[in-house]
């Protein structure tokens, strides 16, 4: 028998207007209930929880995806699939996260959520359910995925793109693991092979320390010194396009030598939604990987945050760190080939 466990985190889904507009509502348990009476032979058996404090997706920590991980690996027994009740603006990050928690997966983990709340006229939330819940009983989906809007996409690859479109999110970097329309078709030739028994990495400590930086035309060395002073423990680098950074400023790379000396990890990525950081391309490129800077290969700045959090949560050496920042872990980054 199908048996599906729905964590409700909060997030617009579930919402209600209040004076100071839309905030979480508790009782978003019985009101599916009602909903999904008529559907109900139809869809795998569920059990519903709520993950206390319900939280706005904006106010996510890593503690809160280590929580979520936790309830699923606590219940992973008792399921056959997992659907996670997420808000938008944080649900990329979440999902990228519970990807590295929960590896090596042999049930499905359907995080969705909704652009518009299911009590409002015209809302998304019901497709968005709906579908979740058909997907959670799918026997050849092992991995954690995103669904939104009939896009089946891998977690640890989707990023939202609209705050103003049912169509929220994509991926840029790599295929859809299925549509929701007439028909439900999920490819198998992109899906994720699950190793031999599932390894959950629940780290002690959920904040990595790890933080997060844009360049832009003018950035300042002082700037990135002030990054530094807060003392990280990693440092994702959004970089121009396969990995350019001002390095003929030798202040900027300075900088960089100075936090690899400190054992700060540093990972680039690229500010471009398509293709991957490849440092040895330009010369500003090798400059970055002199300085100790490693590639973050295709992975969207969400995942690689995600996952480099994870890493040294989990306590890593810097050099396993360096080795496995570049490792496809759960299908969240691709091999450089030249």
Known sequence: MKKTLILYTGGTLGMRRSASGYVPDADLGSALQRLLEDAVDRLPHYHFQTLEPLLDSADMQPQDWYRI?????????????????????????????????????????????????????????????????????????????????????????????????????????????????????????VLLNPGDSPQFQMPEFADGGVALVKLFPGISPFFLSKILEYQPRGLVIETYGTGNAPTNNAAFTAQLEKAAEAGIICVAVSQCLENQVDLGKYATGSALLRSGVVSGLDMTSIACYAKLNHLLAMRYSAAEIKVLVGTSLCGECTPLHH
Do not use: W
């Not at 690996?73 to 929960?102: E, I, K, P, R």
């Not at 997966?105 to 959520?113: A, N, S, W």
């Open 69 to 189: 991980a936790t309830q699923i690996g606590d219940n992973y027994s008792q399921y056959t699939g997992f659907v996670v009740l997420h808000g938008t603006d944080t649900m990329a990050y979440t999902a990228s996260a519970l990807s590295f928690a929960l590896q090596g997966l042999d049930k499905p983990v359907l995080v969705t959520g909704s652009q518009i709340p299911l009590r409002e006229m015209r809302s998304d939330a019901y497709n968005n359910l709906i579908a979740a819940l058909l997907l959670s009983g799918s026997e050849d989906i092992k991995e954690v995925c995103l669904y939104f809007s009939g896009k089946l996409l891998r977690g640890n690859r989707a990023v939202k793109v609209s705050a103003g479109s049912l169509d929220a999110f994509a991926s840029p970097n790599y295929p859809s693991l299925g549509e929701v329309g007439i028909q439900v078709n999920v490819d198998p030739n």
